[in-house]
């Protein structure tokens, strides 16, 4: 096998790429901010700072008007894609944390997306089963719980439109997706990928990005 690229992320690297990606707003420097200092022990659940960028250029450049999000926690995400939403866009956030969700809202408000995103506190498998089953979604991010991870993606394919994007976030787990004794959340993440992998409802592929993140697009 050749590796193609053997640059190794140190911190001054990850430093770089930040200083050379679209900076954070001050709403959303003040939201990754206060998570980890409100909570520091589950910070680690936020997405990654250069995914809030990519996440709104995804946005973007696939024209979305319509976005699901599995788990929203304080709302980094759902703020960086709902301000790449036109006017009269809507994302649905799902998530069953009013705690953690309050941060969200408060910093949605204070960006003046709030009316973009529809918060639904409650088990997302049910949210999604309420939705209509015909295709609709333009593009959903999934960053939830790990062992619903295909019981997600198997609720969002068919509601994706043509050229609709999924985001799944984590599909590299640490490195622990090595690992074929893996168990919990890392098992679920190596079945995920597997699944993924060999749906020819959808096209992915799956980028060196954070901890792993797998772009598929609806055929």
């Not at 206060?34 to 250069?50: D, H, I, N, R, V």
């Not at 204070?110 to 609709?136: K, N, Q």
């Amino acid at each position: 096998m050749t590796k193609g690229n053997s640059t190794k992320i140190t911190d001054e690297l990850y430093q770089y790429v930040l200083d050379h990606n679209p900076p954070l707003d001050p709403i959303q420097r003040g939201l990754v901010t206060t998570t980890y200092e409100k909570f520091p022990e589950s910070a680690g659940m936020q997405s990654a700072q250069e995914q809030g960028p990519l996440l709104a250029f995804l946005v973007r450049m696939t024209g979305a008007r319509r976005i699901v999000e599995i788990g929203t926690f304080t709302g980094f995400s759902a703020l960086s894609m709902a301000q790449a939403l036109p006017a009269d866009g809507v994302l649905i956030a799902c998530d069953i944390s009013e705690e953690w969700t309050a941060y969200g809202v408060r910093a949605w408000e204070a960006a003046g997306v709030a009316d973009r995103i529809d918060l639904r506190l409650a088990p997302a498998l049910e949210t999604l089963r309420a939705m209509p089953g015909e295709p609709h979604i333009d593009m959903a991010y999934v960053d939830a719980d790990k062992e619903n991870q295909i019981a997600y993606w198997e609720e969002l394919v068919p509601r994706m439109r043509p050229g609709g994007l999924i985001v799944s976030d984590n599909t590299l787990f640490h490195g622990r997706v090595l690992d074929e004794a893996a168990t919990g959340a890392a098992a679920a993440i190596r079945a995920f990928n597997d699944h993924v992998s060999a749906d020819d409802r959808m096209e992915s592929v799956l980028l060196a990005i954070s901890d792993g993140l797998t772009l598929s697009r609806k055929r």
